[in-house]
């Protein structure tokens, strides 16, 4: 185990604080609310996205050819776990404060 | 004192340096730097600690149902340290990989050099002796380069034989000729150096207790052992004088010695030094050249002279002024040639490689080394008493070593000699009179006028040179008995080799252990002999690769990852 490992656990606690972070100043300033709602819809887009990317893929769709990043690969679930622990963060923070 | 009623003010005023308060810091600073070592021993251990802090910031307010201001606050916070705390750990792997990067990188090129000066020997010693075999080879390489089969060996064995008798015959040829030579006292009016006399070998002032000797016998002792050395001399003192005739010598003790001279005077009238005894002369006029064509012209020589395979020695000239140009012009060449003096000062015995560099002054600074690095090469100094500031001057250094009775008892010596001047050399580490030599150059620069022999060039009966005829023999032979047929009758098939070269280096290569291949290619590649006879490295790997392909050798990634390392370079 290096410290590479521990460096991106604390990247990815980074994403989970802004979620959290931006929950809190919705709780004081209401208009931060339409930035919380729309972040999540593009959340929930990103994750819609993702999931037809990989059946298309895995089901071979002369469509999926073009796609030239590994899905299953580094990055892609790098991407996806930044995406996720900002909406934990985030929900968490919801539950906790409202 | 007047202390103001302001509490800061009075830490302001407070007189930091009395014992009491001295005390008391001491004692602050103490506990507070054992406490932070012992929280924070490493740097991991505070990145760490920045990295728990940090997410017990964000989080924590937020379980225990803080105020949302505060809550908000103490994540921004705790979400910075974690961000700064995973920055410093990124860093810190990055360091530790670079480290082990290196220390890798430096395992690796120890173990090549190792390899490489290994190969280098086991080389130079199969060019020198022919079929003989390096002892110092491991037994599988020793099976490989010997012929494999005991058909194969007969016809190299009738050669060997051949070969021994043709040079045997032309040894004993050289030998009668010297002894004949020296009978008839031929070799004392012919030889370029005449033998001091007896009173000035007997004025010779020793530096370290060595006994003096005649300086004839120890330019004989300089040329059969060669060591890389430096000679310094006054300008006009006979530096060219001195290493022309020590020249002779060297290529009558070291026939296959390939003597390389680079010279930046460019002065037609002391082209005589060097023609006739060097292999390659290298002129230019360094005055008249710009600085960039100088350096380009020096690195081109210097190229030319390590692609020279086997045993050879460089004659830099007039290295005072060409340093000078080039430390200031590309200090970046200069300093890789530097590296390679000092790589010659180390290993350079062994393969039989030296530089003997020329020039007039002997500070460090101006050779551009430090005077730790002059000191690898070995001292020859020359003063002469027609200019006696510049001689003073160059006796003022640390050069060389002064006599006990100082510069005076050197300029005597120079007035004892029968050419005014005086050497030291680092053979017996001592200064004695310069005996009167042969001025090969043809123009005395004392007398500022043409010798002569230069005036009436005819043809000298009794010249000193020895001749290079034994030396082109042998090479001849080696050439005419190396492993391949010769050059005219080969048919180029593919690989760029003669049908006869693959099968010869298929049956070489037939019993050889895995893992070794690499060795017997680095021989083979560098080999002069295969050189000569055209076979180029590319050609070579596609044949070991055909021959891996065929099951005809095993090669080893190993041996591939050797070969295309070996082919870079």
């Known amino acids: ?98 | 004192m007047d202390v103001s009623g302001n509490p800061l003010m009075q830490l302001l005023d407070a007189d930091l340096n009395s014992d009491r308060n001295r005390t008391i810091l001491r004692f602050l600073f103490g506990r507070a730097g054992y406490v932070i070592a012992r929280i924070f021993p490493t740097r991991a251990a505070a990145c760490y600690s920045g990295l728990m802090l940090g997410l017990a910031l964000a989080f924590i307010p937020i379980a225990k149902n803080a105020p949302v201001r505060l809550t908000l606050l103490l994540t921004l916070a705790g979400g910075g340290l974690t961000a700064v705390s995973a920055h410093e750990l990124d860093e810190l792997q990055d360091d530790i990989d670079e480290a082990r990067t290196q220390k890798e990188r430096d395992r690796q090129l120890r173990q090549f050099a190792d390899t490489e000066a290994k190969n280098k020997v086991a080389e130079t010693n199969l060019l020198r002796h022919g079929y003989e075999l390096d002892k110092s080879l491991p037994p599988e390489l020793q099976q490989a380069i010997s012929p494999a089969s005991p058909k194969a060996q007969q016809s190299p064995q009738a050669d060997r034989a051949a070969f021994d008798s043709a040079v045997t015959a032309v040894q004993t040829k050289q030998q009668n000729k010297a002894e004949e030579q020296q009978q008839t006292g031929d070799l004392t009016s012919g030889d370029p150096l005449v033998p001091a006399t007896t009173e000035t070998a007997q004025v010779a002032a020793p530096v370290s207790g060595h006994p003096p000797t005649n300086f004839t016998d120890t330019m004989q002792q300089i040329a059969q052992r060669l060591l890389s050395m430096t000679v310094i001399g006054v300008p006009g003192a006979g530096k060219g004088m001195f290493v022309s005739n020590l020249l002779r010598l060297v290529r009558h003790h070291h026939p296959q010695l390939h003597l390389f001279v680079m010279e930046g005077k460019g002065d037609a009238k002391e082209a005589g030094y060097w023609q006739g005894v060097a292999d390659d002369i290298r002129s230019i006029q360094g005055l008249d050249e710009s600085p960039v064509n100088l350096v380009a012209w020096i690195n081109g020589c210097l190229e030319d002279f390590k692609a020279i395979a086997g045993p050879k020695l460089l004659i830099f000239d007039e290295v005072t002024y060409l340093y000078k140009v080039w430390q200031t012009t590309d200090k970046e060449s200069f300093e890789d040639y530097i590296q390679y003096k000092i790589g010659l000062s180390s290993m350079g015995d062994s393969l039989d490689n030296y530089i003997w560099e020329i020039g007039q002054v002997s500070n460090a600074k101006d050779l551009g080394v430090t005077a730790g690095i002059r000191s690898l090469f070995k001292p020859i100094a020359i003063v002469s008493n027609h200019d006696r500031r510049a001689a003073n001057a160059l006796l003022g250094t640390k050069f060389v070593p002064l006599p006990e009775d100082g510069k005076k008892a050197v300029m005597a010596m120079c007035d004892l000699s029968s050419c005014g001047r005086a050497v030291y050399d680092y053979v017996n580490d001592c200064w004695q009179p310069m005996p009167q030599l042969k001025n090969l150059s043809g123009f005395d620069r004392d007398t500022r006028s043409f010798s002569q022999a230069l005036q009436h060039p005819s043809p000298q009966p009794s010249s000193p040179e020895p001749t290079p005829e034994p030396l082109n023999i042998r090479a001849d032979l080696e050439r005419l008995l190396s492993v391949d047929t010769p050059e005219p009758a080969r048919v180029v098939t593919r690989f760029g080799l003669s049908a006869e070269q693959i099968s010869e280096v298929q049956q070489r290569l037939s019993g050889l252990q895995p893992g070794t291949i690499s060795s017997v290619k680095s021989i083979r590649e560098n080999s002069r002999l295969l050189r000569k006879q055209g076979i180029i490295q590319s050609d070579l790997a596609e044949l070991f690769d055909y021959l891996a392909e065929t099951g005809a050798i095993e090669w080893l990634a190993s041996d591939c990852r050797d070969f295309k390392y070996l082919g870079s370079l």
């Open chain 1, 1 to 98: 185990m290096s410290h590479r490992l521990a460096s991106k656990f604390g990247y990815y606690s980074l994403s989970g604080f802004a979620g959290s972070a931006l929950v809190q100043l919705a709780v004081i300033w209401p208009q931060t609310w339409i930035a919380v709602v729309a972040l999540g819809a593009i959340s929930l887009l990103y994750f819609a996205f993702l999931i037809i990317c990989i059946q298309g893929v895995l089901r071979g769709a002369r469509w999926a050819g073009v796609l030239n990043f590994n899905l299953l690969g580094v990055d892609a679930i790098e991407s996806t776990a930044i995406v996720l622990l900002f909406v934990v963060g985030g929900l968490w923070t919801c539950l906790e404060i409202l």
